[in-house]
């Protein structure tokens, strides 16, 4: 397990709200193949479209994974799989694994065949339901995959992100994956975001593999659990504004003090966590430097079972306008600041092509491409994970700007949701 922590610089001018980056770089603990961690168990509820567009050997390749990955799930861990078509079929109710009948839920999944029209939301309310039955307190997640658009039923991503939110509050969270080219990515994509869960699109057919095995990663081969960063200043920095820039699982914040809900991660997993704040010394401070805020990082260490907290103190000098000199920041916190405001722009370019505006979509992403190769450049002191992070994310700008228009669309937007949670893409491993 490495958490670092680290500001983007550590001088401030009296009076004034000063803008300050702060990022906790975090790499989950690796467990070795023979090493059980000590994990709670588990709930997996798939939701599978079976409507007639699934043919062409996409539903046979999804039921295959499934049963695949069926056998990673440990006895105690709770599992079932609900299709559906304009109709719903429970085919395996929710059940711990080691009460099943293991050939009559091989049987179930490989029975599972081709219908009709495509009602999303009558699918998703039913794998609500079914994870709704586990025992009280174990988490769960629904793992939607589809291929088309819904057209049946409630086919407005609000009223279904709605339905993803409300199910957090029950600890059901939801991932979904996107098939081909022709499913609502923005459906998809709403689902993930409200359900606290992951986005995948899986525009060629072989990557729907690639992209189950990554959410089971995340789910089952999960070695740090809980994290959570609570930031606080102290006296004569009350006033001080701070937000969460990563996308979180939940915050709380009030002047002076932020507390956010950052997940899990996966054995081997990296990610870094970045806050802005608006650092605001109320008077000047002969005591140089003086203690600004601390940092608390809380998580469960799931290859020792224990729970950790790590705390680190920040130091600024104050300084009055006269005094106050632009202090030197901090190089992989401004490229990972950059790197967030990209997905921005990314955004931006995705609703551009969705419009038909081709050409002004590629700009965005040429010139997004032009920044981080500047940037990587121009940063002498970027650490080497840093930078291998900005290659990867240079890369798949350069791999975008040659997409067909729907491929631009379908990867942006699992990029964007992917960019701004700082997780890795699935296709090349954490």
Request: with cysteine.
């Amino acid at each position: 397990m490495n958490v670092n922590i680290k500001a983007e610089h550590g001088t401030v001018k009296v009076g004034e709200k000063n803008s300050l980056g702060l990022m906790i770089e975090l790499t989950a603990p690796v467990a070795q193949a023979t090493e059980a961690t000590q994990r709670t168990p588990k709930g997996v509820i798939f939701c599978i479209d079976k409507s007639g567009s699934m043919g062409g050997g996409r539903l046979d390749l999804v039921k295959k994974s499934v049963l695949d990955l069926l056998a990673r799930l440990n006895r105690e861990d709770y599992f079932g799989v609900v299709s559906f078509d304009s109709n719903v079929t429970i085919e395996v109710p929710v059940g711990k694994l080691a009460d099943l009948n293991p050939d009559e839920t091989r049987k179930a999944i490989q029975h599972i065949s081709l219908g009709g029209n495509t009602n999303l939301e009558r699918g998703y309310r039913h794998a609500i339901a079914e994870a709704a039955k586990l025992p009280e307190g174990i988490e769960s997640t629904v793992i939607l995959l589809s291929d088309g658009q819904a057209n049946a039923g409630v086919a407005d991503p609000a009223q279904l992100a709605q339905l993803a939110a409300a199910a957090t509050e029950h600890l059901i969270s939801t991932s979904t994956l996107g098939i081909g080219e022709g499913y609502d990515e923005k459906i998809l994509d709403a689902l993930s975001i409200s359900g606290q869960g992951n986005h995948f699109a899986a525009v060629r057919l072989a990557e729907a593999v690639a992209g189950l095995e990554a959410e089971f990663d995340g789910l089952l081969a999960r070695t740090m659990e809980d994290v959570k960063i609570a930031i606080k200043c102290e006296a004569g920095f009350g006033n001080s504004e701070w937000r969460a820039v990563t996308a979180s699982t939940g915050s709380n914040w009030e002047p002076g003090a932020i507390e956010a809900k950052l997940g899990n991660l996966a054995s081997g997993e990296s990610k870094n966590f970045v806050f802005e704040v608006n650092l605001e010394a109320q008077r000047e401070i002969s005591e140089r430097p003086r203690l600004a805020f601390m940092v608390f990082v809380d998580y469960r260490d799931l290859v020792t079972g224990t729970t950790e907290r790590l705390e680190k103190s920040f130091y600024v000098d104050v300084a009055s306008a006269a005094d106050f000199v632009e202090p030197a920041r901090d190089e992989d916190i401004l490229a990972e600041l950059a790197a967030l405001r990209a997905e921005d722009r990314k955004e931006e370019a995705v609703e551009l092509m969705r419009r038909g505006d081709t050409e002004g979509a590629r700009r965005i992403i040429e010139a997004l491409g032009r920044d981080f190769e500047e940037m990587m450049r121009d940063y002498l002191n970027l650490s080497e994970r840093q930078r291998a992070r900005m290659g990867d994310s240079y890369d798949e700008l350069i791999v975008m700007q040659a997409m067909a228009p729907e491929e631009f669309v379908k990867r942006g937007v699992e990029s964007v949701n992917r960019g701004r949670r700082s997780k890795t893409d699935g296709r090349k491993g954490r």
